[in-house]
């Protein structure tokens, strides 16, 4: 079982704050407690109903909203709440009983065109992932039961997962115009169901939690890290709203060659090579002068 790990968000409500985890503890469910009576089902809420400034608490997907009274500021016990939260979680503490009734959120999914005309984004009204997943056979998707089931449609090619889209990419035998609305309707019945979109223990096999994320960069050359961080302010925010991503795999600092792995709508779509080159190498080698020539892409 992968470590539960805290991050602080502030909200737009200074009496808000959202308690971000890395993996999720509601199955895509929402549950909102007003006082530790209505908390019963939820031995968390009820834990942090006993600090006496919580005056609510919103459970869902991969995070935990709290409000506070104004008896204090959230800078003065913020930090104390999520080490409560963390330890509580990673000593195997339960989140939500089995028979909690959850609040009834409406689950939308629409279907929007990439660059890419073999691939279609569906975009739903809630988070799916706290990382992004890319399968591309059936073999591959063990990890995610929704890709796993989304391969039994003979006409799924590849499946990419990110925040809150999944991308889909199809094999020539089938128009979108024939198979969109069904599979928009798969996928949003899929998720208003409750059902489990990856494992829990599948970033944690994939390399992908935020530690084994952050041993990887440290360990990169200082040529690399600024490649990364380029591709990652830069590049990615633009590939996303595609449906698509952007992965550094080298830096090779004798030819100047950095290579990338495209997924995704980027993988095989026909605009990526003159973006990858008219855009994202051209701009490595402004930022990075005279360490960068060259950008190649490999397809996932």
């Not at 990887?216 to 961080?229: G, H």
Request: hydrophobic share 40%; charged share 20%; net charge negative.
């Amino acid at each position: 079982m992968s470590t539960f790990s805290v991050s602080i968000q502030e909200t737009t409500n200074n009496a808000i704050i959202k308690f971000e985890l890395n993996q999720f503890i509601t199955r895509n469910q929402s549950f909102e407690f007003n006082n530790i009576d209505e908390a019963k089902p939820s031995p968390l809420a009820q834990q942090l109903f006993y600090l006496p400034f919580v005056k609510k608490v919103y459970i869902t997907s991969n995070f935990i909203a709290v409000e506070r009274y104004n008896i204090v500021e959230w800078k003065d016990v913020q930090g104390e709440v999520a080490e409560q939260i963390e330890s509580y979680l990673n000593n195997g503490g339960l989140v939500i009983e089995e028979t909690a009734t959850p609040k009834k959120v409406p689950v939308t999914v629409y279907a929007e065109s990439t660059p890419n005309p073999a691939v279609m984004k569906f975009v739903a009204n809630k988070k799916l992932v706290t990382t992004l997943f890319e399968f591309t056979s059936i073999d591959e998707a063990k990890a995610s039961p929704l890709a796993t089931e989304l391969f039994h449609f003979p006409f799924v090619k590849n499946v990419f997962l990110d925040e809150n889209y999944i991308s889909i990419t199809k094999y020539d035998i089938a128009e979108w115009q024939d198979i969109t609305l069904q599979l928009r309707e798969f996928i949003r019945s899929y998720i208003e169901n409750g059902k489990e979109i990856v494992s829990q223990e599948a970033a944690q096999t994939q390399q992908k939690t935020n530690k084994q994320l952050d041993s990887q960069f440290d360990s990169l050359d200082d040529t690399s890290k600024e490649i990364v961080n380029i591709l990652e302010e830069y590049v990615k925010p633009a590939v996303a709203s595609d449906g698509g991503n952007i992965q550094f795999i080298s830096y090779d600092a004798d030819t100047k060659n950095v290579s990338v792995l495209l997924q995704g709508a980027c993988s095989g779509c026909p605009s990526s090579t003159f973006t990858l080159k008219s855009g994202i190498e051209n701009m490595l080698r402004e930022m990075l002068h005279g360490k960068v020539e060259t950008v190649e892409a490999i397809n996932g």
